[in-house]
């Protein structure tokens, strides 16, 4: 299986109180509050050169996301960072997985086209396109897209994105949210047809039958853990069946918070309160901000009220033992880790490209980089090989790097195993 | 009471109405939250034929209807064909919240299809002092509190209370949901779409209705309305927030009654 490494980009020096003093982490946080840009240059720097430490340390891919007005992420840009990681890591066998630019708050969307195309020319061929419909906070509440619109944009948006990839000739696109009389990209991908796509999504049934019906990577980018995912998976897996396409566990992704230490108990001591300032304090907004009146379609919205609305669980009332135990955050020794991820991500969700969040909300830079190199000793190469007896091919991997364990290519410094 | 669907759109969007009374005629667009034929309504048909259209997409039978229109222009000129097919040269139009936006853009529109227009609380201004609250990002137990004076008061539990029959609780739930959402189609993600623009055009004697306690709407808003149209007169309501037609029922029948008649 692919093995990634996500990060978020978060803000890590959140005040004790924020949750208490700020009614959201999205959309409102109050910036001269908050933060200050030469600190926040600090923390850019440190994703980066954590997601390069990662690349250097055997990961399969690095993982950016966009997200906007959010103090738990904020790359804008996702690839403003791709650029720097793609530029960075040539000559080596790892993926630049952009999870990525947003088409509906793109304009013309477009613009993810060439900027993906320049990311593949720059990487040699390692870019996965990863074409996320966005969140409601972002592309509804932030930047303004009619909720109802939403993803009639993103499709269209994503029929025009494929079509400017590959199209031989220049065309005019006379769309219903979008006109262009003069579609000829610049550069175009290095990748054919065109590099692959994954779609990340938060469980819509919509979204199942779009990415099945696309024959695309389905990510389902969660904060809840594997064990919280395994229902909404299993509805994935029956639109893949259904629609009669094969079951190739490389068509799921799945993101999933992990924490090595030495024993279980040495993960507690060093990240229970990085975990807990993530779920406390990263994941705090008002519940409506998920979706606004028209952002879910009409069947997904009937879906959604008959299933008694699933009510998330209040993760403020939980703490790093829960989190643990139910799954959220998959910590302890590297042993422990590596059996909960083979089993409650792996085996139970059927999944082929796992993403693996290791900086954790507070989580400083030193302690990230321990986590990223035990994980890469110690976990990583118990993993790699799943799924290799059944024999897949991961159509959904730039193919240059489909056979290849990535090396290790450098010894990690700085990795405090203190 | 009568119920019929008008295919409008060129079949494409199916508009319901309901009619009751006799008199001359009075079209009602409703608000965010959908129709309900409510006391108010009733009041009205005692002095004349009201016809209460449901705004595409807010029927349940025909969720999807919305899809076929792109903007308020399209929506404007669905109207027109709702009047046609009506049978009205001319109406009266009352309109609420967002159908007292809607009613303003049909008379600037097509001045000669609206006799008189009373809106009610409309929206289709934008202060940054005094900013509309978007009720589509409120926590939905809130909402209440912000579109009626008495959130726990009889109008506000028929409107937003929750039946006790799961299976209609789902079902008043995914409509209110949906009426709002196809209702922000054409207002997101600031209701001033431009009818500043076009007001001028409007020659129906105008007569608006805000109630005192408006918490979405400021009734300050009334302002921008009768600064630009000409002979424009308000009336507010006591005891009322965002919803007056509902909160007083009679006394707002009263004052459309002689307004209309007047």
């Known amino acids: 299986m692919k093995i990634s490494a996500f990060h978020l980009m978060p803000h890590r020096e959140l005040p004790d109180d924020f949750e208490k003093r700020y009614e959201s982490v999205w959309v409102t946080p109050p910036w001269h ?23 250097r340390a055997g990961f399969d891919g690095v993982c950016t996301n966009e997200h906007h007005q959010n103090a738990y992420g904020f790359m804008p840009s996702p690839n403003i960072m791709g650029a720097v990681l793609a530029k960075a890591t040539n000559g080596s066998n790892v993926a630049i997985v952009q999870m990525g630019a947003t088409l509906p708050t793109s304009n013309p969307p477009i613009r993810v086209a060439e900027e993906y195309a320049m990311l593949d020319c720059i990487s040699g061929g390692r870019l996965v396109a990863g074409l996320p419909l966005g969140s409601a906070m972002d592309v509804n509440l932030c930047y303004g897209i ?12 994503f029929a025009l994105t494929l079509k400017a990839w590959q199209a031989r000739e220049l065309f005019a696109w006379n769309g219903r949210y979008y006109q262009l009389a003069n579609v000829n990209l610049w550069p175009r991908p290095i990748q054919q047809p065109h590099p692959p796509v994954w779609v990340p999504g938060s469980g819509s049934i919509s979204t199942f039958d779009f990415a099945v019906e696309n024959d695309v990577c389905y990510c389902f980018l969660s904060y809840s853990g594997a064990k919280a995912a395994k229902t909404m998976m299993q509805g994935y897996w029956d639109v893949v069946a259904k629609k009669g396409r094969e079951t190739n566990p490389y068509r799921a992704g799945f993101l999933q918070l992990v924490a090595v230490a030495e024993t279980d108990a040495a993960a507690e001591a060093k990240y229970a309160r990085h975990v807990e300032y993530f779920y406390h304090k990263c994941l705090h907004w008002p519940i409506q901000y998920l979706s606004p009146p028209g952002n879910q379609d009409y069947r997904s919205l009937v879906a959604a009220a008959k299933a008694n609305i699933r009510r998330a669980e209040d993760t403020k009332a939980l703490r790093y033992r829960d989190f643990v135990e139910k799954g959220y955050v998959i910590a302890g020794s590297a042993a422990t880790v590596r059996d909960r991820i083979k089993q409650e991500v792996v085996k139970d969700l059927r999944v082929g490209n796992l993403m693996v969040l290791l900086q954790i909300g507070s989580m400083p830079h030193e302690l990230t980089l321990e986590n990223m190199d035990r994980f890469a000793r110690d976990v990583l190469p118990a993993l790699r090989g799943e799924w290799d007896d059944e024999g897949w091919v991961n159509h959904w991997w730039p193919e240059r790097l489909r056979g290849t364990a990535a090396p290790r290519t450098a010894a990690p410094v700085g990795a405090g195993r203190a | 009471m009568s119920e019929r669907t008008i295919a409008a759109w060129d079949g494409r969007v199916r508009i319901r ?77 009352v309109g609420h919240s967002f159908g007292g936006m809607l009613g303003c853009e049909l008379a600037a529109a097509y001045p000669a299809r609206v006799r008189r227009l009373a809106a009610i609380a409309p929206l289709g201004f934008w202060r940054d002092t005094d900013r509309v609250v978007n009720w589509m990002m409120l926590d939905p137990a809130r909402l209440p509190g912000y579109v009626f004076r008495e959130p726990n008061g009889e109008a506000a539990q028929r409107m937003f209370g929750a039946p006790d029959d799961p299976e209609a609780a789902t079902a008043a739930r995914v409509r209110l949901v949906w009426a709002m959402g196809t209702t922000g189609k054409f207002i997101w993600p600031i209701p001033d779409k431009g009818l500043k623009k076009r007001i001028h055009r409007l020659t129906a004697p105008t007569l608006l209705i805000w109630g005192k306690e408006d918490r979405l709407v400021p009734p300050v808003y009334a302002d921008e309305f009768t600064r630009r149209i000409a002979g424009a007169r308000v009336q507010t309501v006591d005891g009322a927030g965002h919803m007056p037609h509902l909160e007083r029922p009679d006394v707002v029948a009263r004052m459309i009654r002689e307004f209309v008649a007047g």
């Open chain 1, 33 to 55: 509050e908050l933060a200050d840009a030469e600190r926040v240059g600090q923390y850019y720097n440190w994703t980066l050169d954590e997601l390069l430490f990662a690349a």
């Open chain 1, 146 to 157: 009619t909720p109802i619109e939403h993803r009639e944009r993103y499709r269209e948006a």
């Open chain 2, 17 to 93: 109405v309901q009619s009751k009374g006799s008199g001359p005629a009075l079209v009602f667009l409703h608000g965010p939250w959908g129709l309900t034929w409510d006391p108010f309504l009733d009041e009205l048909a005692k002095s004349f034929t009201v016809h209460a259209p449901e705004h595409p997409g807010t029927t349940p039978d025909t969720p999807d209807d919305v899809y076929q229109l792109d903007n308020l222009w399209d929506l404007v000129l669905c109207y027109d064909e709702v009047f046609a097919a009506l049978g009205l040269e001319q109406a009266a139009v």
